[in-house]
Nanobody, 123 residues
């Protein structure tokens, strides 16, 4: 049974930092591209960042230079370090797993999802 479990969300002031974690189980972790998406009420799920099994990364323009995605193969965990947070980063953040070699940014292609973790940035 595949499970993705996110943690690390919370309330932070603008300019602050948070680190999200996503632990994967039930998958061959290195075979999956892992990604973070975010969603606000009434809007579509939005790509944030992704990291392939080989370590290649890709970021949305809105977070480039502020967010860093990484993965720990020993712990089957993907991280999202979020710095210089802005109120517009407020959303539910979801971890996704895509069984592909490359990086894809459309949420529909992702095979598995976590339950989400709330990030709220106050101004």
């Amino acid at each position: 049974q595949v499970q993705l479990v996110e943690s690390g969300g919370g309330l932070v002031q603008a300019g602050g930092s948070l680190r999200l974690s996503c632990v994967a189980s039930g998958v061959t972790f290195k075979s999956y591209t892992m990604a973070w998406f975010r969603q606000t009420p009434g809007k579509a799920r939005e790509f944030v960042a992704a990291i392939s099994g080989s370590g290649s990364t890709h970021y949305a323009d809105s977070v480039k230079g502020r967010f860093t995605i990484s993965r720990d193969f020993a712990e089957n965990t993907v991280y999202l370090q979020m710095d210089s947070l802005k109120p517009e980063d407020t959303a539910v953040y979801y971890c996704g797993a895509d069984r592909t070699v490359g990086i894809r940014t459309g949420p529909v292609v992702y095979d598995y999802w976590g339950q989400g973790t709330q990030v709220t940035v106050s101004s």
